[in-house]
C-alpha cells in the first residue's frame, strides 16, 4: 500500500507549516518514547490524552517499523482527527540498511513525517573512521529520502560529542553528511558529555531543524529532572536555534521523572509554554 495524493499534499502543507512559523511560535511535539510504558499499553489512547495536553505533534520511536501500511492509515487517521502532525520519527541505525529504508519511507509518508532520524549509529569500532561509514550511510540514505521529499536526520547522545584524539565524531557526521542532513540536537545529553548546545548551533547554520527538549541535573538527579529544572540554559538554546540553527519544531522527551508518564508529560509542556512566554 502507498500513500493517497490526498495523504501526500497534507505532508508537504504540513511541512510548509513548519517553515513558516514564526520566531516563538514553533510547534512543540512529545518524543512518545517519553509515555512510551503507556503507549505499550494502548497507542491509540495515549496519542488522544497527548493531544488532550496541548502538544501539537508526536515523534514516533522505533518500535512503529512493526507497523503494516493498514495500521500507519489508522494513526494517520487518529492524528488527523485529533489535530496533531507526526513531526518526525526516532529509528535504529538499521533502517539505513537499503533493504529497509523502502518500508520506513512508505510509513513515513503515510502518517504524514517527512523527517527520518537515526536516533543511534549502534556500536561503532575503528575509532573516528567507524563515524565516517557512519556518515556514508546517512548519506547515501539521504539521497532515496530527497527523492521522496523527505530529509534524513541524526539524534546525538553522549557518545557523539565525548572527542576521540580530539575530535568529536558530531564533528565528523556533520562535516561529512550533505547540508540537507539534519542534525537532531538532544539537549541534555550535549550538556551531559560536556559540550555547549549554544555553540555547536551557532556552529551547525540551518541543521537544528529540530530538537529534544530534554533537561539534564549534573547530580543524583540526572535525566529525571524535569524540563527546566536543569542545567540547560534553555532560553539561549531557543535564541540560537531560532536565529541560526533553522529550527521548525521542538520536541519534548523525557526519560522518566518523580511522576507518571503523563503526568509528566503535562508537567514538562506546561514548564515549556510558561518559559517561552516569558
Not at 233 to 253: D, H, M, N, Q, S
Request: glycine letters at 8%; aromatic letters at 8%.
Amino acid at each position: 500500500m502507498t500513500p493517497t495524493r490526498r495523504e501526500v499534499l497534507a505532508t508537504l502543507a504540513g511541512a510548509a507549516a513548519l517553515s513558516a512559523a514564526p520566531a516563538g511560535k514553533r510547534p512543540v511535539g512529545l518524543e512518545l518514547f517519553s509515555v512510551r510504558g503507556e503507549l505499550q499499553k494502548d497507542l491509540m489512547g495515549t496519542v488522544r490524552a497527548v493531544a488532550k495536553m496541548g502538544y501539537d505533534g508526536v515523534e514516533f520511536f522505533s518500535p512503529y517499523m512493526d507497523w503494516t501500511p493498514a495500521y500507519a492509515k489508522d494513526v494517520r487517521k487518529l492524528l488527523d482527527d485529533v489535530g496533531m502532525k507526526c513531526l518526525s520519527t526516532h529509528n535504529r541505525a538499521n533502517v539505513y540498511d537499503p533493504e529497509n529504508l523502502g518500508k520506513a519511507i512508505e510509513l513515513n509518508q503515510i502518517i504524514g513525517s517527512r523527517y527520518v532520524v537515526m536516533a543511534s549509529a549502534g556500536k561503532v569500532e575503528g575509532g573516528l573512521d567507524g563515524w565516517k561509514k557512519v556518515a556514508e550511510k546517512l548519506t547515501a540514505g539521504a539521497e532515496r529520502l530527497k527523492a521522496a521529499n523527505m530529509r534524513a536526520g541524526f539524534h546525538n547522545h553522549q557518545t557523539e560529542f565525548q572527542p576521540i584524539n580530539g575530535t568529536r565524531p558530531m564533528e565528523i557526521l556533520a562535516k561529512n553528511t550533505p547540508k540537507s542532513v539534519v542534525l537532531q540536537l538532544d539537549v541534555g545529553t550535549c550538556i551531559h558529555a560536556g559540550s555547549d548546545p549554544v555553540a555547536w548551533i551557532e556552529q551547525n547554520p540551518g541543521r537544528i531543524v529540530s530538537m529534544h527538549c530534554k533537561d539534564y541535573a549534573p547530580d543524583d538527579r540526572a535525566y529525571k529532572v524535569l524540563f527546566g529544572e536543569g542545567a540547560s540554559p534553555w532560553k539561549r538554546v531557543f535564541a540560537a536555534a531560532e536565529k541560526t540553527g533553522g529550527i521548525e519544531y521542538y520536541l519534548i522527551e523525557q526519560e522518566g521523572s518523580r511522576y507518571p508518564e503523563l503526568e509528566t508529560a503535562q508537567r514538562c509542556l506546561d514548564a515549556y509554554k510558561k518559559m517561552r512566554s516569558s
